[in-house]
C-alpha cells in the first residue's frame, strides 16, 4: 500500500485502487486539489503494476503529478500567463504553478 500525502497531510491510499480521505473525497472532481492528488495517485499506480521502476518517492509523485496536470508543450506556450491565470486553465494548485515553471525553466537549461 502506498500512503500519498498532500500539504503534510494523508490524502489517499493506493493498493488495487484509490481511496481518497474524507478532506479530499468531499472535493468536487475537478477541484484543483483533488485532481493533483489523483494525479500523484496515478505515478503510485504505475509503480506498484510496475509501468515504471523505482520506489515511491514524494517529491517525484509531485513532478509526476505536475507534469501530467500541466503538460510542458501546452504550459511552454502560456508562460507568458500569470500563475493564477495557469492555475485556473490546468485545473492545478496554484502553489504547484511555481513549480512547474521551475521545472521547465531547468529542462529548458539542460536541451531537454
Do not use: K, N
Not at 468531499?26 to 503510485?44: C, G, Q, S, T
Not at 513549480?99 to 537549461?109: F, V, W
Request: hydrophobic residues 50%.
Amino acid at each position: 500500500m502506498t500512503v500519498i500525502f498532500f500539504r503534510e497531510r494523508c490524502a489517499a491510499h493506493v493498493e488495487d485502487g484509490v481511496r481518497y480521505r474524507p478532506h479530499i473525497e468531499v472535493l468536487e472532481r475537478d477541484h484543483p486539489e483533488r485532481r493533483f492528488v489523483a494525479a500523484m495517485a496515478l505515478h503510485a499506480l504505475d509503480l506498484q503494476e510496475g509501468a515504471i521502476a523505482g520506489p515511491y518517492d514524494e517529491r517525484f509523485a509531485h513532478a509526476a503529478a505536475r507534469a501530467l496536470l500541466m503538460p510542458a508543450e501546452a504550459t511552454q506556450a502560456r508562460l507568458h500567463e500569470s500563475d493564477a491565470a495557469l492555475a485556473e486553465r490546468f485545473a492545478a494548485p496554484l502553489d504547484q504553478v511555481a513549480a512547474r515553471r521551475e521545472e521547465l525553466a531547468l529542462a529548458r537549461l539542460r536541451g531537454v
